[in-house]
T-cell receptor
Framework: LAKTTQPISMDSYEGQEVNITCSHN???????ITWYQQFPSQGPRFIIQ???TKVTNEVASLFIPADRKSSTLSLPRVSLSDTAVYYC????????????FGPGTRLSVLP | GAVVSQHPSRVICKSGTSVKIECRSL??????MFWYRQFPKKSLMLMAT?????????EQGVEKDKFLINHASLTLSTLTVTSAHPEDSSFYIC?????????????FGEGSRLTVL
């Protein structure tokens, strides 16, 4: 079973901020939280990763509360090209990890 | 960042033939690689985890004799779909962990679309 749950879909308009929350109640101490973006017929690509508190890079921010049982990906001022499926994944490089994806969130950005 | 390359990106084959898909880590050694299958508008489904030099660990419901996985070196894993049938048509994606940071970041290939006629 996937270790994460997310909303199946979200709609937004260009220029708005989009927040996608992922629940991972059984996150392990060594697990990191990583978000990926996938366009049709392409492999997923890395967006952002964090362990706790807040992480920001040039494309997104990641908010992680103290209990780490959830995380929120924030995309500022989305554009049409941000229409994609977004997955959160928890895990580490520890031997024996199998990275099982949840259903992801299908974001549709409208003009 | 670490780069993973898959080949071929598209392949069409006749029913009953076997198809091999290669996954290479170009600038790092991948001790662990993962193979996923994805149907249209569905999430990635983990098929198997392969560790260099050992047998792959298959997920429940994945036929190991149908989907042969070989991870003979630290930079190459292959997935062979044996005696392919139309229901094997799908998008296959490989990924790897680099082992550099221990943060569980996966590096994905571009994917391979298999069409079985």
């Amino acid at each position: 079973l996937a270790k994460t749950t997310q909303p199946i879909s979200m709609d937004s308009y260009e220029g708005q901020e989009v927040n996608i929350t992922c629940s991972h109640n059984n996150i392990a101490t060594n697990d990191y939280i990583t978000w990926y973006q996938q366009f049709p017929s392409q492999g997923p690509r890395f967006i952002i990763q964090g362990y706790k508190t807040k992480v920001t890079n040039e494309v997104a921010s990641l908010f992680i509360p103290a209990d780490r049982k959830s995380s929120t990906l924030s995309l500022p001022r989305v554009s049409l090209s941000d229409t994609a499926v977004y997955y959160c994944l928890v895990g580490s490089d520890n031997y024996g990890q199998n990275f099982v994806f949840g259903p992801g969130t299908r974001l549709s950005v409208l003009p | 960042g670490a780069v993973v390359s898959q080949h071929p990106s598209r392949v069409i084959c006749k029913s009953g033939t076997s198809v091999k898909i290669e996954c290479r880590s170009l600038d790092f050694q991948a001790t662990t690689m993962f193979w996923y299958r994805q149907f249209p508008k569905k999430s990635l489904m983990l098929m198997a985890t392969s560790n260099e030099g050992s047998k792959a660990t298959y997920e429940q419901g994945v036929e190991k004799d149908k989907f042969l996985i070989n991870h003979a070196s630290l930079t190459l894993s292959t997935l062979t779909v044996t005696s392919a049938h139309p229901e094997d048509s799908s998008f296959y994606i490989c990924s790897a962990t680099s082992g550099r940071t221990n943060t569980g970041e996966l590096f994905f290939g571009e994917g391979s679309r298999l069409t079985v006629l």
